[in-house]
């Protein structure tokens, strides 16, 4: 189905009749926000209900959030890269615009909660239609505070619109209550909204009830969840009350998985929602502006007066040039060496989630270029899967996934786990059904699944990461789970033995032979660049020179780390030379690269994968050693950067009323 529905036009009658009155809530003025007129007619608050969702998404949500895990990392340097490797020291620094962002949409649900009440109806449908729109407003601003928690914990909260209060000020308040409300709008936003096959809304874009169902299972799992706590009581606060624990109230830990998981459950026996056959049609959907079956919510933008999400530009594929075709590609990060090889084989996810190639582009023509293990690229929001360029370079008019199916799926299997102490039929079932997917239906390769709680729940933390990679969740769902530093930190381990070709990488082909036959364009089939692995043994089957092998072995020049060769082709089959070929085939002689995955011959880089220094041949790639400077993950600190201390001009100048209320670590 065509989207047919772009929230931020629809946004513009709320957003006209809004201005600043506190600039860390940029909150509507009271003497514009209260204008009857806005609510006087039903198709006018649907018109100002959507503009609760213009400010639902930001761009650092798809950029330094989103870097920082064992799926991407930050290839750039500057305080991006800093706060995408957890250094928050510079607080003056600090992210701030998700904060803002997020509060603006609470306020203006804020707005039509309070006003809804008062839209005059004539009809069931008008009735329903309101009642809808109410629900919409409950979820939009359950998510937007539950985006608030998961990146700084307890944070100000307020439930009615600026107009009605009597003072701006705010303190933290327990995230704890704030999730129970967020879950208790969600509970009535179900209530209220229509099935997604009765909605006066065919969108995704647009909270359902089935939407409504998923966010409610999140936003429980995160309420149960471990997080980092400290005593709220003393202000200043005590750092040496820092611990990383779930709520005390144990009674309430096992009913929020019992919410969690009949949310999903609900929406599993409706039956509406399904996964799509093939994984890369989900995100080339995102790019068409095409909706399916297994995307529930999505934010939606569009055009050049859009928020400039950069979806599909700065986590887009890695490149360089520009073309009147395909623009210019901006990617500023890079999916972290290890990724690739957490796929096992037949896992139709893996060039999806990782693309291995890089986007060459020249108003005289584009082509492609092989990205070694070092330069591959965040795969999921390419824009040579549009139809048309899209408004700019950096507003390519993709959609944010926010919610899919097998999220539901997954989610259920959690929590069923945890109510359990260990996987039931049902559980093992939903997580089989996105294994299934990945393999095509193959049930021998989607392999089988353990059923202890333990083990069941780390095969959820690695599913959920292979499923759902750089859509948003895995640097605060880890966080959830109570293990994001000792994760990233096995993470970075794993990187050293990559480097070396040791442990479970011991098989890693150092090489690969390709030849490039189709070029870069709109729409492009191409998922990735077929190729032959190379072991070193082969090398001297090849037509090559002694300086060639010699050039090939250097992993620190762009330069160098590749060859030209002649290979033999005949039915299928690729021959290193000519003597390979079987007597009486007639093979025809191509042109191959062979490329050494593990240097810097790729177009974005971190250093070449070596952590140690060979002069001429290799650098120690301290991005892989250091713990401190500039290394991968360095800011890292347990009990400490799990949370995200406030921006001290932007957030705590501004509200009095968090006086002495910053992070303890800070």
Same mark, same amino acid.
């Given at each position: 189905m065509k989207k047919i529905f772009n929230i931020m036009g629809a946004a513009l009658?709320?957003?006209?009749?809004?201005?600043?009155?506190?600039?860390?809530?940029?909150?509507?003025?009271?003497?514009?926000?209260?204008?009857?007129?806005?609510?006087?007619?039903?198709?006018?608050?649907?018109?100002?209900?959507?503009?609760?969702?213009?400010?639902?998404?930001?761009?650092?949500?798809?950029?330094?959030?989103?870097?920082?895990?064992?799926?991407?990392?930050?290839?750039?340097?500057?305080?991006?890269?800093n706060v995408s490797n957890y250094d928050y020291t510079n607080l003056t620094g600090m992210l701030s615009n998700v904060y803002t962002s997020m509060y603006k949409s609470i306020e203006y649900a804020n707005v039509c909660i309070s006003k809804l009440g008062k839209v005059p109806v004539s009809s069931e449908a008008d009735r329903i239609h309101v009642n809808g729109l109410m629900g919409e407003a409950l979820a939009v601003r359950a998510y937007a505070y539950w985006n608030l928690v998961r990146f700084y914990g307890d944070v100000p909260f307020n439930e009615r619109p600026t107009s009605e209060l009597n003072t701006f000020e705010s303190s933290r308040v327990s995230r704890d209550t704030i999730y129970d409300h967020c879950v208790r709008d969600l509970q009535k936003a179900v209530e209220l909204l229509p099935w997604r096959s009765e909605s006066y809304l065919s969108t995704p874009e647009r909270f359902t009830k089935n939407a409504a169902y998923g966010i409610l299972a999140r936003v429980a799992l995160y309420a149960a969840g471990q997080s980092l706590r400290w005593n709220l009581d003393q202000v200043p606060y005590d750092n040496s009350t820092v611990r990383i624990d779930r709520r005390d109230d144990q009674k309430r830990v096992r009913e929020l998985y019992q919410i969690a998981a009949d949310a999903c459950l609900a929406v599993i026996q409706k039956g509406e929602n399904d996964l799509v056959s093939n994984y890369d049609q989900l995100f080339r959907d995102l790019a068409l502006?095409?909706?399916?079956?297994?995307?529930?919510?999505?934010?939606?933008?569009?055009?050049?007066?859009?928020?400039?999400?950069?979806?599909? =530009?700065?986590?887009? $594929?890695?490149?360089?040039? %520009?073309? /009147?075709?395909?623009?210019?590609? &901006?990617?500023?990060?890079? +999916?972290?060496?290890?990724?690739?090889?957490?796929?096992?084989?037949?896992?139709?996810?893996?060039?999806?989630?990782?693309?291995?190639?890089?986007?060459?582009?020249?108003?005289?023509?584009?082509?492609?270029?092989?990205?070694?293990?070092?330069?591959?690229?965040?795969?999921?929001?390419?824009?040579?899967?549009?139809?048309?360029?899209?408004?700019?370079?950096?507003?390519?008019?993709?959609?944010?996934?926010?919610?899919? =199916?097998?999220?539901? $799926?997954?989610?259920?299997? %959690?929590? /069923?786990?945890?109510?359990?102490? &260990?996987?039931?039929?049902? +559980?093992?079932?939903?997580?089989?059904?996105?294994?299934?997917?990945?393999?095509?239906?193959?049930?021998?390769?989607?392999?089988?699944?353990?059923?202890?709680?333990?083990?069941?729940?780390?095969?959820?933390?690695?599913?959920?990461?292979?499923?759902?990679?750089?859509?948003?969740?895995?640097?605060?769902?880890?966080?959830?789970?109570?293990?994001?530093?000792?994760?990233?930190?096995?993470?970075?381990?794993?990187?050293?033995?990559?480097?070396?070709?040791?442990?479970?990488?011991?098989?890693?082909?150092?090489?690969?032979?390709?030849?490039?036959?189709?070029?870069?364009?709109?729409?492009?089939?191409?998922?990735?660049?077929?190729?032959?692995?190379?072991?070193?043994?082969?090398?001297?089957?090849?037509?090559?020179?002694?300086?060639?092998?010699?050039?090939?072995?250097?992993?620190?020049?762009?330069?160098?780390?590749?060859?030209?060769?002649?290979?033999?082709?005949?039915?299928?089959?690729?021959?290193?030379?000519?003597?390979?070929?079987?007597?009486?085939?007639?093979?025809?002689?191509?042109?191959?690269?062979?490329?050494?995955?593990?240097?810097?011959?790729?177009?974005?880089?971190?250093?070449n994968l070596s952590v140690t220094k060979v002069t001429g041949v290799s650098d120690e790639n301290t991005w892989i050693t250091n713990s401190t400077g500039t290394g991968i993950f360095y800011g890292l600190t347990k009990n400490k950067t799990e949370l995200m201390p406030f921006h001290q001009t932007a957030i705590m100048d501004v509200n009095p009323g968090l006086a002495g209320q910053q992070h303890p670590g800070y």
């Open positions: 009658l709320l957003g006209t009749l809004t201005t600043s009155c506190e600039d860390w809530l940029e909150m509507p003025s009271e003497s514009k926000a209260d204008s009857e007129s806005v609510f006087a007619t039903v198709s006018r608050a649907d018109m100002t209900v959507a503009g609760c969702y213009t400010s639902l998404h930001h761009q650092e949500l798809g950029y330094q959030l989103l870097e920082g895990t064992d799926e991407s990392a930050s290839k750039e340097s500057n305080s991006k890269y502006k095409q909706y399916n079956s297994e995307t529930m919510f999505e934010y939606g933008w569009y055009g050049a007066n859009s928020i400039d999400c950069r979806t599909g =530009y700065v986590n887009g $594929l890695p490149g360089s040039g %520009e073309s /009147l075709t395909l623009g210019k590609p &901006g990617s500023q990060m890079m +999916a972290i060496p290890t990724f690739y090889f957490e796929f096992e084989d037949g896992d139709q996810r893996r060039d999806v989630s990782v693309c291995n190639y890089a986007l060459i582009l020249n108003k005289a023509g584009d082509t492609y270029r092989m990205n070694t293990y070092a330069g591959m690229g965040v795969g999921k929001y390419r824009i040579n899967w549009k139809s048309e360029i899209g408004a700019s370079n950096s507003r390519r008019d993709i959609n944010w996934p926010i919610l899919r =199916y097998s999220d539901v $799926l997954l989610m259920y299997a %959690e929590a /069923l786990n945890e109510l359990n102490n &260990g996987a039931t039929d049902e +559980a093992v079932k939903a997580v089989k059904k996105v294994r299934m997917r990945a393999f095509r239906n193959d049930e021998a390769k989607a392999g089988a699944i353990p059923t202890g709680h333990d083990e069941f729940l780390d095969f959820i933390i690695q599913e959920r990461k292979l499923e759902l990679s750089n859509e948003g969740l895995r640097r605060t769902d880890l966080t959830r789970w109570g293990i994001q530093y000792e994760h990233l930190m096995a993470e970075k381990a794993k990187l050293v033995q990559l480097c070396k070709r040791e442990g479970r990488y011991a098989d890693v082909a150092p090489y690969r032979a390709f030849r490039i036959t189709s070029t870069p364009k709109l729409q492009d089939p191409n998922i990735a660049l077929p190729y032959i692995d190379v072991k070193e043994s082969d090398l001297s089957q090849m037509d090559l020179t002694a300086d060639q092998i010699s050039d090939l072995h250097i992993l620190n020049s762009a330069s160098k780390g590749s060859a030209k060769c002649k290979f033999y082709e005949a039915g299928g089959n690729v021959y290193f030379n000519s003597s390979l070929v079987p007597a009486g085939v007639d093979a025809e002689e191509v042109e191959y690269t062979v490329l050494n995955m593990f240097s810097i011959n790729t177009a974005t880089q971190k250093g």
